[in-house]
């Protein structure tokens, strides 16, 4: 994961933002309604994606304060640290492990809405989350001029 913020965001770690990379356990593995899940390459044992989700919805800010209220902490899945390798991707790995989130998201029976934000400077990452659901704020639009804008959108919740 921190390479991925090295590598692909070119933001390098921002505590703020990345904090839950570092704190894994308190982040993804102690919380009941929260979990990580991160697949290996069986040759080399290299970690070769990874895929997250927590109970905490998205804050404001910095999103619309009307994003914070539609999708509140404890009744919405956040989709957090999705991300493949470069060499992995196009083969079913986020799109797989997405689909074991959503199945512990419906299983948890608490959570009425699953939603995500994507970077769109990530190669693929727009059109694979459009595949998957709906955008409910393209940022580019609302804010035009803000550099890349973030991307929001929610994933329909089976059960």
């Not at 899945?77 to 989130?101: C, F, K, S, T």
């Amino acid at each position: 994961m921190l390479d991925t913020v090295y590598r692909e965001f070119g933001t390098g770690y921002v505590p703020r933002w990345h904090r839950d990379i570092i704190e894994l356990q308190s982040a993804y593995l102690a919380p009941a309604r929260h979990t990580l899940l991160v697949a290996v390459d069986e040759q080399d044992g290299a970690v070769v994606a990874t895929a997250a989700l927590d109970s905490r919805g998205p804050a404001h800010p910095p999103n619309p304060r009307w994003l914070a209220e539609r999708y509140p902490s404890g009744e919405t899945a956040q989709l957090r640290r999705v991300y493949v390798r470069p060499e992995h991707r196009r083969r079913g790995l986020a799109r797989q492990l997405v689909g074991e989130l959503m199945d512990f998201a419906a299983a948890d029976g608490g959570y009425r809405a699953v939603y995500l934000h994507t970077d769109p400077a990530v190669p693929g990452a727009e059109a694979f989350w459009r595949s998957l659901g709906k955008v409910v704020c393209d940022e580019r639009e609302e804010q035009p001029g803000r550099g890349n804008g973030v991307v929001h959108s929610e994933v329909p919740l089976a059960g």
